[in-house]
């Protein structure tokens, strides 16, 4: 949207009071030069000029899109995929013991289906006589996936100057003191750029996401329930058969062939298994359009030579420039050269007044027929940048130009 407290802010009227009042001296210091008669009658001059402007510069600020991704991919936690644990009936082989099935277990036709005579134990330490419960253990593999990513990020802080414009200015000067060699005069200038534009590309971000797999060493503990059994001494084991083996194990003491809970607990024992790298970089573009209108008005001190035929102009002059400015920002991030993993576009379009000095240098030659011809030299500035953002990241204008101009005017 346009400032309105641009002018208060960055235009110094000081300065140009100062321009103006330098100007008015040098016309009064030439005034005895001159014979009094004066130019036969003051005249009002219309130019009509085609432009080339050059000194536009692009600032561009911001970081990227794909930089704000990987930060969240720093924060990922390692993916554990422990085994999942059986509770059904089986044949269980332990460190310390096993308990396999025997000829009833499962069975709904047996006195009771949940049991088994075919079992054994170590260690006299599995059991606990507080809990009733007797505990195995075996070891198991799970696997663990390790992300990390390695990024290359640097900030955009790119100046480039932008490519050459063409334009158009119409002015017109209405002499206010005149002598034989010397005009004061007030100059109104319109200019107009049209479908100015600027693009980039770059990268400003690059990264290695390595992706590795291991397996971790798990302690699985098997409680039983076995309470109310008289368990025999550790050492015991059990046949598929029990008492009708032969010869017959007595005693053949059943237990749950199902247990009561599971306990799984990492023993920080691990296997590398493999490991994945992959390499990702961004594309960021940028386009830039502006139609720009500028209006400057100041005093203009001619001087004649060549017998009036050959005149040189100097203008300082209050410039307002009017910028209508469309920013587009698109970034891609690409896996290797081809592969798109992401893309972000932003749009934006606002108005800018900007307020500033210029100066300009002029030399016109003068036909018999009122007509004239000649080229003018001019520089603008102004102190503000205006800017748009677009996503992470921002341009930046800076409106000093140098223009050239050929001109063809008409003395009315």
Same mark, same amino acid.
């Given at each position: 949207?346009?400032?309105?407290?641009?002018?208060?802010?960055?235009?110094?009227?000081?300065?140009?009071?100062?321009?103006?009042?330098?100007?008015?001296?040098?016309?009064?210091?030439?005034?005895?030069?001159?014979?009094?008669?004066?130019?036969?009658?003051?005249?009002?001059?219309? =130019?009509?000029?085609?432009?080339?402007?050059?000194?536009?510069?692009?600032?561009?600020?911001?970081?990227?899109?794909?930089?704000?991704?990987?930060?969240? =991919?720093?924060?990922?936690?390692?993916?554990?995929?422990?085994?999942?644990?059986?509770? %059904?009936?089986?044949?269980?082989?332990?460190?310390?013991?096993?308990?396999? =099935?025997?000829?009833? @277990?499962?069975?709904?036709?047996?006195?009771?289906?949940?049991?088994?005579?075919?079992?054994?134990?170590?260690?006299?330490?599995?059991?606990?006589?507080?809990?009733?419960?007797?505990?195995?253990?075996?070891?198991?593999?799970?696997?663990?996936?390790?992300?990390?990513?390695?990024?290359?990020?640097?900030?955009?802080?790119?100046?480039?100057?932008?490519?050459?414009?063409?334009?158009?200015?119409?002015?017109?000067?209405?002499?206010?003191?005149?002598?034989?060699?010397?005009?004061?005069?007030?100059?109104?200038?319109?200019?107009?750029?049209?479908?100015?534009?600027?693009?980039?590309?770059?990268?400003?971000?690059?990264?290695?996401?390595?992706?590795?797999?291991?397996?971790?060493?798990?302690?699985?503990?098997?409680?039983?329930?076995?309470?109310?059994?008289?368990?025999?001494?550790?050492?015991?084991?059990?046949?598929?058969?029990?008492?009708?083996? @032969?010869?017959?194990?007595?005693?053949?003491?059943?237990?749950?062939? =199902?247990?009561?809970?599971?306990?799984?607990?990492?023993?920080?024992?691990?296997?590398?298994?493999?490991?994945?790298?992959?390499?990702?970089?961004?594309?960021?573009?940028?386009?830039?359009?502006?139609?720009?209108?500028?209006?400057?008005?100041?005093?203009?001190?001619?001087?004649?030579?060549?017998?009036?035929?050959?005149?040189?102009?100097?203008?300082?002059?209050?410039?307002?420039?009017?910028?209508?400015?469309?920013?587009?920002?698109?970034? @891609?991030?690409?896996?290797?050269?081809?592969?798109?993993?992401?893309?972000?576009?932003?749009?934006?379009?606002?108005?800018?007044?900007?307020? %500033?000095?210029?100066?300009?240098?002029?030399?016109?030659?003068?036909?018999?027929?009122?007509?004239?011809?000649?080229?003018?030299?001019?520089?603008?500035?102004?102190?503000?940048?205006?800017?748009?953002?677009? %996503?992470?990241?921002?341009?930046?204008?800076?409106?000093?130009?140098? @223009?050239?101009?050929?001109?063809?005017?008409?003395?009315?």
């Amino acid at each position: 949207m346009i400032n309105r407290n641009i002018c208060h802010r960055f235009f110094s009227y000081r300065h140009y009071s100062l321009l103006c009042k330098v100007f008015l001296l040098m016309f009064y210091a030439s005034l005895p030069k001159l014979s009094g008669e004066g130019i036969s009658q003051p005249r009002i001059k219309l =130019r009509l000029s085609p432009l080339y402007s050059t000194g536009l510069s692009i600032r561009l600020r911001g970081s990227s899109y794909a930089a704000q991704l990987a930060n969240s =991919r720093h924060s990922l936690a390692a993916v554990f995929t422990l085994p999942e644990v059986q509770y %059904g009936y089986a044949d269980r082989n332990f460190l310390d013991g096993y308990i396999h =099935r025997d000829p009833g @277990t499962g069975n709904s036709g047996s006195l009771v289906p949940d049991s088994t005579w075919f079992w054994g134990y170590a260690k006299a330490s599995q059991y606990d006589p507080l809990e009733q419960t007797l505990s195995f253990h075996r070891l198991i593999w799970g696997q663990q996936q390790d992300t990390s990513v390695i990024s290359h990020s640097h900030p955009e802080r790119v100046s480039e100057q932008t490519s050459s414009a063409l334009g158009l200015e119409l002015s017109a000067e209405y002499p206010l003191l005149t002598g034989n060699y010397a005009q004061l005069g007030l100059q109104l200038a319109w200019l107009f750029f049209s479908d100015w534009d600027w693009q980039q590309q770059h990268c400003n971000y690059k990264e290695s996401l390595i992706i590795s797999n291991r397996l971790l060493e798990i302690l699985e503990t098997y409680y039983y329930n076995v309470r109310d059994t008289a368990l025999p001494s550790a050492g015991h084991t059990g046949t598929y058969l029990g008492p009708f083996d @032969t010869p017959p194990l007595v005693p053949s003491t059943i237990i749950p062939n =199902r247990p009561s809970s599971i306990l799984q607990e990492i023993t920080g024992n691990s296997i590398p298994i493999d490991s994945q790298i992959y390499h990702y970089r961004n594309r960021v573009s940028y386009k830039l359009a502006c139609d720009q209108h500028e209006f400057r008005l100041g005093p203009s001190l001619r001087y004649l030579l060549l017998d009036n035929r050959l005149v040189v102009t100097l203008a300082p002059s209050a410039s307002l420039a009017l910028l209508s400015l469309t920013g587009k920002r698109q970034e @891609t991030l690409l896996q290797g050269d081809r592969t798109v993993v992401a893309s972000w576009r932003d749009h934006k379009h606002r108005y800018e007044l900007l307020a %500033g000095l210029a100066v300009s240098f002029q030399l016109e030659y003068q036909c018999p027929n009122g007509w004239f011809v000649g080229w003018c030299l001019a520089y603008y500035w102004y102190p503000q940048e205006p800017s748009i953002s677009l %996503g992470p990241g921002r341009i930046s204008l800076q409106a000093n130009k140098l @223009t050239l101009a050929a001109t063809l005017g008409y003395n009315f």
